[in-house]
Structure formats: structure tokens, C-alpha cells
């Protein structure tokens, strides 16, 4: 019977570091994905297609979360911001009826300070992860048990952040209301 689970060890190493592979190769997927939506966000020029270049980067991360075993948070991020958040955007845009923003000349002297900055920054990062040591040690492995997200976010949003939550959601009504009352003012 030992020999028989001597045996499988090897199959499970290897099932083991397929579903590694996997979860590396799904994380820099959708890594590059949100990324490049985020660009197509900063680059476009109609309103309504960086909108839904914002909604594409929010699923994306929410995927990334999903990889990283925050279920919870991935699920709540499609909810609120992929979800609530860009139906407001999307109603503001509709509402302000923008236009396309017309096409601009490159202004050179612009366009290499920014590059210059984006290289400083590059190079700057990069030393920073080349020097510092922690960096380099190996990450810890998870623990095998269970933890209720549901549960832990509840307790923790609760608990230590009840009075800022409490806050947030007086500022989100003013807010909404603030909206409602311009929107009436401005169409009379």
C-alpha cells in the first residue's frame, strides 16, 4: 500500500505544478489585458469607448483577483465598479453629450518630458526591486485552510471601519442627490 502513494507522488507534483503554471500564465494574462485597456482609457477619444475600455480593465482585474484567491473582492469589484460605477459613467457621458474629442498635433517637446519621467520612474523601480533583499526570497506558500472572505471582510468593514463606512455612504447620497438637483436646474 506505501508503494502504491509512492507512486502517485510524482503525478501529483506534476498536477501540481500544471495548476501552477496555469494560474502564473492566467495571472499575466489578464495582468497585460487590464494594462492595456487601462492604456486604451488615457488614448481614446470618444467617451463612450474609454468607458468601456474602464469596464474591460475592471474585469480584468477582477480576474486578477480571482487567480490571486480573493473570489470575494473579484466578485464585488463586476458588481460595483464594472457594474453601478460605469452605468453612472455611462449616464453622465449620455447626459453631458460629449463628443469625440478631435485629433490634436503631437506636441514633441511634451511627449519626450513625459518619456523622459516614464524612463525615470522605470529605472528607479527597477533598482529599487534589484537592491532591496527581500525581494529575492522566495514568497511563502499558502495555507491549506479555508478562509470565509465573506466573513473576514464583513468582520473587519464592521467592526474597525463602521464610522468611515458610515461617512462614505452620507457622501455617496449627498452626492446623488447633489446630481439629481443639477440635472432638474439645468433642464428648465
Not at 92 to 119: C, H, P, Q, Y
Amino acid at each position: 500500500m506505501e508503494r502504491t502513494e509512492i507512486a502517485d507522488l510524482p503525478t501529483l507534483n506534476s498536477d501540481l505544478l500544471a495548476s501552477n503554471f496555469m494560474l502564473t500564465a492566467a495571472f499575466w494574462f489578464f495582468a497585460t489585458l487590464m494594462i492595456a485597456f487601462g492604456l486604451c482609457v488615457v488614448l481614446l477619444r470618444n467617451p463612450v469607448s474609454c468607458a468601456m475600455s474602464l469596464v474591460m480593465s475592471f474585469i480584468s482585474m477582477a480576474a486578477l483577483f480571482v487567480t490571486l484567491d480573493a473570489s470575494f473582492i473579484g466578485i464585488i469589484q463586476v458588481l460595483v465598479y464594472a457594474g453601478a460605477v460605469m452605468v453612472l459613467f455611462l449616464f453622465i457621458i449620455m447626459l453631458l453629450n460629449l463628443k469625440e474629442e478631435k485629433s490634436r498635433r503631437l506636441n514633441f517637446g511634451a511627449t519626450l518630458g513625459g518619456a523622459l519621467v516614464v524612463a525615470a520612474f522605470l529605472t528607479i523601480l527597477t533598482r529599487l526591486v534589484i537592491s532591496n533583499p527581500a525581494f529575492a526570497k522566495p514568497l511563502p506558500l499558502l495555507s491549506g485552510s479555508q478562509v470565509d472572505d465573506v466573513k473576514s471582510v464583513g468582520f473587519t468593514l464592521f467592526h474597525s471601519f463602521g464610522l468611515p463606512f458610515e461617512i462614505v455612504g452620507v457622501l455617496l447620497l449627498v452626492a446623488t442627490v447633489g446630481v439629481i438637483i443639477l440635472s432638474h436646474r439645468s433642464l428648465r
